[in-house]
Each structure stands twice: as C-alpha cells, then as structure tokens.
DNA sequence: CTTGAATCTGTAGTTACTACAGGATGCATA
DNA sequence: TATGCATCCTGTAGTAACTACAGATTCAAG
C-alpha cells in the first residue's frame, strides 16, 4: 500500500458541479441521494462546499445504471448495503435482481394489454368530424 | 314510511360510499376527483352529504376506465373536456388516444430494453455465496 | 478587492392517490 | 326521544423520485 497516504492523493477533488457533469446526474440530484442515504456525506471544504472523490463517482454511478434499469431506491438502498456489508453473496444479489426483472415483465404485460384496447378502440374510430365517437363510447362502457 | 319519494327518478341518490361501491372507486379517491376538477361537486343533504345521481355515476365510470387504460388525469379532464362541450369531433378524441398510445409504446420499449439487461446479468450470476457478484459488476461498469 | 459563477440550506412543487384525525350526520332501533 | 354507531365531512400530510426555486454564502480569477 501506499506509504504517502498524506490523504491527499486520494482526497477529494471533484465538486458537485464536476461530479455532476462526469456522471450526467444532476446537481439537485446528488444532494437528493445524499439526504435520501444512498450516498455518504463528502467531506466539505472549509466553506462547507462538498468534496468528492473517486468512491463517490463510482457510487454514484452505480446509483444511475440501477436507476436506469428501473431499480427503485429502497432496492439500490439494499444492495448497496450489501455491498458495503462487504460480505454479500451473488444469491442475495441475483434475487434482488431477479424480483425485479418479474416486476418490469409485469408492467410490460401490462402495458401490451392497455396498448392493445387502445389501438382496437382507435382503429374502430375513423376521426371524422362527427360528434358520435366510438373511442368515448368505449370510455364510457368498460364492459363490452 | 313513504318510500316512495316522488320527484326523483333523476334525482340524486347515491352516498358517495355507494358510488364507491358500484364502481369500485375508493371514497378518498372520489373526494379527489372531485378536487381535481374530474367530477362536478354534487349536490348535497341537508347535512352536507353528497348525493350522486346516474350521470355521475357515468362520469366516474368513464374517468376510472380511462386510467386504467393509463390516460394521465390531464388527458382525461381534456376528453372530458371535449365531451362536456359537445361539440368535440372524432378527430380530437383520436388524437389524444394515438398520442397516449404512441407513450404506451413507448414505454413497452424501454422496459423491454431494461428486461434484456438485467436477464442477461441474472444469467451471468450463478447465484452462489461468493461475494464477486457479476451482477455487481455490471453495475459499476455500466459501459459493458 | 471585486466580480460572477458555483454552491449552500431549506422549502415547495410534481402525479395520483391514500391515510389519518377530529368532528358532524344519518338512520335504525329501544 | 334518546342512543348508538356506521357513514360522512374537512383538512392535512404522506408516498416516489426527483426538480425548482429563493436568498444567502463561498470560490476562483483578475
């Protein structure tokens, strides 16, 4: 390991600006996560502006993808503290993932069906300009 | 007593709890609509009851069909709109619908996108108790 | 030292509900 | 008539995951 761990070289770098423009997150955003207890609080400067590091990109990136794959926060709360736990096991992890990857199959089903009504009620309707629509008279009888 | 009360084959007389019953919709969420601008504020008792007719009935009924076909309430106070009015065309009714179709599509898109990735990460785990969790991985290198 | 950009905290808005609290009403029965 | 209790009332606040200010402070360059 290194023997100049002046706490320097590893030390923070990046401001919230910077952090924000390397990691596409906004700025709001980075503060969101850090009251919401998905990211540490930095170390400040004497100011008090917050100081990040390359940790907190790494973690904030992870917060991202997950984000972007649809994982709630409550979930990415859950594997990062399996992560920091240190001793997490790929089962706990795959599980997580997996629990999700059902919910999002769900809500493609889901979708597909609302898509489905949607395109037979547009089809019956030939957008003329009388009042008589076929589009509301499905709204206004779910039954069929 | 006289339970023939004349004056109202039109005249109200569902409590909102049973215009929640027969349409399924929660009371709070009735009280909501109304707040929103969705149903018009019904007549009430003597003690401020409200009193819902069939006409009501029918408004709900079509706002509550609308959403679960995934209309946001902005779409559906439009179509409401254009009902109310009565002078609205196929065209416009239409419209909305393609437009809120063409989102639904969308959506079905990027879940199916977000479905393939994270069935190809659960295939990379086998699930085992060591902590290197491909998964894991995957999350902090989002560019593979 | 002076700017102007960046950052700070704290609060409030967004969507579509849902969940109370604390009080008033409606109605059937004793 | 009294009473009990289900139902209803208003108003507020909470949910998820941000986003958008306001008003004050700090940073870095010149």
């Known amino acids: 390991m290194s023997n100049m761990t002046k706490a320097n070289e ?3 770098r990046l401001t919230i600006g910077g952090l924000s423009l390397r990691t596409g997150c906004n700025i709001e955003t980075i503060r969101y ?7 540490p609080a930095p170390p400040r400067s004497r100011g008090g502006h917050r100081l990040y590091d390359a940790e907190h990109e790494k973690r904030l990136v992870f917060i991202r993808r997950s984000r972007q794959l649809g994982f709630a926060l409550d979930q990415i709360r859950a594997l990062l503290g399996l992560v920091d736990g240190g001793d997490y096991t790929c089962a706990e992890v795959k599980a997580t993932t997996l629990a999700h990857l059902d919910a ?8 597909t069906r609302m898509a489905a009504v949607l395109d037979e009620m547009a089809a019956r309707c030939d957008g003329g300009e009388v009042p008589a ?9 779910p039954g069929r």
Chains 1, 2 share one sequence.
């Open 104 to 111: 999002v199959r769900g809500k493609i089903a889901d979708l």
């Open 10 to 12: 590893l030390s923070p």
């Open 33 to 39: 996560y850090e009251r919401a207890g998905l990211m």
């Open 133 to 141: 629509c076929p589009i509301v008279e499905a709204l206004f009888n």
